[in-house]
């Protein structure tokens, strides 16, 4: 498991398995996957729990005094023999018989065997509801048992804290410390924290902290580099913030290594001496005076491309003006960024605007992201076109992205809900086998069909019929919309019907986790933005159960059918009843990828038939082929960004300077 290291005392992270010979690579490849799938099997899984079960018999029978003298045994078992099941099972014995004692929760079967695929650094997949929370409890704490830093990943601060003070308890009779991040923690309370076993923090408060520690280091993180860091301010460690890269456990690892992977994280500082607003504001009356399809055009990808007579245009505007635009690639170059910000951002779904500032809204959480912006001159362009205030273009001092961050770590795990689709990509680039856990109960979730609409109109106004009619039996319903304009539009309607609602678009993760953790009461109806509130439990309220459960409504698919899976998996969690339907249109925007004559002759005819069971065959078979292309193309974006970074390592490798 921990085989291919290069193991500084004070910086340990993992030799990239990319800089290894090939044969080399392939053996440990083989080898490592050979060794988890007889090991991992479930088989293998329920003999581990019946070991688990014969130790917790044993445990049960003894006091508080007897169970950390049997504490001692384990942590030195770990500690000299390592993660073999000898050790592991009477580990998970005992945090089971503490975490009842303790908290009153006693870990199912099922979390057992995630528990167990956790600690041998692989992926549990187990459905929505099915306790993640308190399976990483198990791998957590066995690894820090072992002497290993624990740092566990969430997808926001809130829950990172959430999970966090909920667990201490637990932590603390193990006498394992524990200590959350935030992303906008000061950096004493940050080297004090990354000093406790056990942290939790996000995905990019991890990677932002690891580039500070490499802007300190100034070179690759060798052992002599940081001992001669060290010696000369004669103060170990105290300017790195990170102990390494030991173990992470990943929630929602999907979302975080494969959703997020598409856009490197960058540091970056202000260029105050820029003449930018001058530059960016000349490029933004450029584009303006450019005309679509005759003198550029969007594909479907949302590239801009000139056409010739564009060129020739671009030209002919830039003859008067400063030397600098001279230069046709950096004209071009300017102007096609302008037209990105004028016809591919849309306010209020790729951003909004408070307070006389644009803040960019991640498109995968709908949560509003403040202290981050858009790099070439992009972020400056949206500003202009808004009117608002033009802040200073950033010059990048670091920048790396999660996909190869997180080849680094000497042990990484993950927990997820919808990993299937991903699984074989999660194998090639993070060397992760992805093992599905049954589920603690079987589903009672019931899929009521799909409906494809003409236009967004037609399937606006069908939707608030439908809505109407389940808030006046008294079943809750969760609506998932897309972007934050699309739930204005819904609210906005029900409002005009009279209908009571929630909207919910995800600016601040508490009040979040609040609106979403009473979605299940009678007669409520929530509007969320993507994954809006994951991570929170949606308890139902009494006598929901007979009325069905939780109903989710998906108006509009995703990029990736993972995420409409896990906010399907909002419903019927833990055995509940639940329901789910989809209501589209062929003027969602996940269509527009297809041509144009597709479309309109589709929409043709489902006005003028649109209960036609073979045209909503159809429909449905082209919103599929529209996902499913736009997945490829994401998948490539990754490829191609870890390869460009593969590229750039080897370049900066030769000149002796870090990334």
Known sequence: MFSLLTSAERYPQKLDWSELPRLERTWNWLVLHWTRHVGLSARRQLRFVKRVEAHETAFKLLDEAELKTQLQTIRLGLRRDGIQDAQVAPAFALIRVVSARILGMRHHDVQLRGGYVLVHGCITEMDTGEGKTLTATLAAIVMALAGRQVQVVTVNDYLAGRDAAEMTPLYDWFGLTTATVAEDAPREAREQAYRHPIVYCTGKTLVFDYLKDRLVLGQQLSQMGIRLKDFVRNKPGGELLLPGLQFAIVDEIDSVLIDEARTPLIISASDES?????????????????EPFTDFVVDERKRVEFTRQGRERLVALTQDSDPIWHNQFRREEAVIQALTALHNFVRDEHYIVRDDKVMIVDEHTGRIMPDRSWEKGLHQL???????????????LAKISFQLFFRRYMGLAGMTGTGREVAAEMGHVYDLLSVRIPPHRPSRRVRQGSRVFATADLKWQALVETLTQLQGRGQPVLVGTRTISAADELSERLTQQAVEHQVLHADQDVEEALVVAEAGKHGRITIATNMAGRGTDIKLAEGVDALGGLHVILTELHDSARV????????????????????????????????????????RMLQQAPDNRLLQWGARKVYWLAQKKVERYHKRIRRSLLKAEFHTRRSLSFTGKSE
């Open 274 to 290: 820029a003449r930018h607003e001058e530059y960016y504001g000349h490029a933004l009356m450029l584009a303006k005076a450019l």
């Open 382 to 396: 949206i500003e202009l076109k808004e009117e608002v205030p033009v802040t200073p273009p950033r010059v990048t």
């Open 564 to 603: 409409d899976r896990q906010l399907v998996g909002r419903s019927a969690r833990q055995g509940q009843p639940g329901s789910w339907e989809e209501m589209l249109s062929l003027e969602d925007e996940l269509l527009q990828v297809l041509p144009r004559s597709v479309l309109v002759g589709l929409s």
